[in-house]
């Protein structure tokens, strides 16, 4: 079956320095959605990407979908303490009725 | 705008017993899904309905999981006979529709432990 693939699954980094992430998926995408989810919380939507070769940016946050549709990646500049949480990237397959298929996501946390 | 409602937030049983989830989602959305999430994993999609309407549940373990949503609203999951390794977090979510692939709307989740 279809697979997403988020490594590593955790990352330590300073505040101030940029982070970056990667999601990797056996089959090509349809589109793709990133949520967080705080320690303690629910997943919360972020983004969708749709086109090949898509790039998306919430103030220091950077999303951007593969030119072959089969990868994303996200970048955070300067980290800051209210970054920390666990990152989803969740791909859908054409014709998957809106069924998405979450990675394993990464936990990323900041140090002051 | 109300967001979705689950409960319990959280259950604890003894393997063997069984054990019910309910959820409400945004007034509006067409779309419920319910999710198990294990400690340190992404959610996995249990079941998806449109409307009162089973969608997908290809990943539902039918011998002992169950779900309905009857009047295209309201939710429940059910587990019967819960074993240990269903511990987890089931959350539902709600979207507009699956004609499009809206973004997903998440509940708090219901902390299961089955000892």
């Known amino acids: 079956g279809q697979q997403v693939m988020q490594i590593p699954q955790y990352q330590h980094v300073q505040e101030g320095e940029d982070f970056t992430t990667y999601c990797n998926s056996s089959t090509t995408l349809s589109n793709i959605q990133w949520y967080k989810q705080r320690p303690g919380g629910h997943p919360v939507f972020l983004i969708q990407?749709?086109?090949?070769?898509e790039v998306k940016k919430q103030k220091r946050l950077t999303f951007q979908f593969g030119e072959a549709k089969k990868n994303s990646s996200l970048h955070i500049t300067a980290t800051q303490t209210t970054d920390v949480g666990t990152y989803f990237c969740a791909g859908e397959v054409a014709g998957a009725n809106s069924k998405l298929t979450f990675g394993k996501g990464i936990t990323l946390s900041v140090r002051p | 705008e109300a967001g979705v409602a689950q409960s319990p937030r959280y259950k604890i049983i003894e393997k063997r017993q069984s054990v019910a989830f309910w959820c409400n989602p945004i007034?509006?959305?067409?779309?419920l899904y319910w999710y198990q999430q294990i400690l340190g994993q992404g959610p996995k999609l249990l079941i998806q309905f449109q409307n009162n309407g089973v969608v997908d549940d290809s990943q539902l373990p039918k011998d002992r999981f169950s779900a309905e949503r009857l009047k295209g609203v309201d939710s429940t999951l059910k587990i019967q006979p819960a074993k240990l390794e269903d511990s987890a977090v089931y959350l539902c979510a709600s979207s507009l529709d699956l004609v499009r692939n809206y973004e997903q709307y998440f509940g708090p989740g219901t902390r299961l432990t089955v000892t």
């Open positions: 007034s509006g959305h067409a779309t």
């Open positions: 990407l749709v086109k090949s070769g």
